[in-house]
């Protein structure tokens, strides 16, 4: 499975997101990165096609942080965008590293230079299982001891109630 969707805003920049598809899968999970060799030529000739210095923000939650990552750094290894122009966010994301790994290697220098922030919930297990691609990692506690299960946590609604209850600012 294999779920995006692109926005532009009234500048021009664009936001490529990425979300999650609903197989059981972990970090570096064939089904994430053949879900993203799959399209990676469409993604690459959507965005080549886009104007020269063309902000491009990608996002993903969960499995679609890992498809994000994939394609942040593929974007920038193939030269179609400048690290200054890119930017990476994921939330609860899968680690891309894995991945990248173990599809023909991973240069984290590729990516030193990406505006990249990787936000995850206390009690979500998979955003904590390998390295994130490039960038810093913020831990989005909700200030409670209340245990929340694996999937109460990794959800985007447990995240956007952070945010809205002003616990998180991003």
């Known amino acids: 499975g294999f779920s995006a969707a692109a926005y532009q805003d009234a500048q021009g920049a664009v936001v490529l997101s990425f979300a999650q598809f609903f197989q059981i899968a972990g970090p570096g999970d064939p089904n994430s990165w053949n879900s993203w060799a799959g399209q990676r030529a469409g993604i690459r000739a959507f965005v080549d096609a886009l104007?020269?210095?063309?902000?491009?923000?990608?996002v993903g939650h969960a499995q679609g942080g890992a498809l994000a990552s994939y394609a942040a750094y593929d974007l920038i290894q193939t030269g179609i965008v400048a690290a200054e122009d890119l930017s990476l966010t994921t939330f609860n994301g899968?680690?891309?590293?894995?991945?990248?790994?173990?599809?023909g290697g991973y240069d984290p220098s590729v990516v030193a230079e990406v505006d990249a922030r990787h936000y995850r919930t206390t009690y979500d297990i998979i955003s904590q299982t390998a390295p994130q691609v490039g960038g810093e990692s913020f831990l989005l506690d909700p200030g409670t001891s209340a245990q929340q299960d694996f999937l109460t946590a990794g959800r985007l609604n447990t995240i956007q109630q952070l945010i809205d209850g002003g616990t998180v600012s991003l």
């Open 51 to 58: 104007p020269a210095g063309t902000a491009v923000q990608i």
């Open 94 to 103: 899968a680690r891309g590293v894995p991945g990248l790994q173990a599809s």
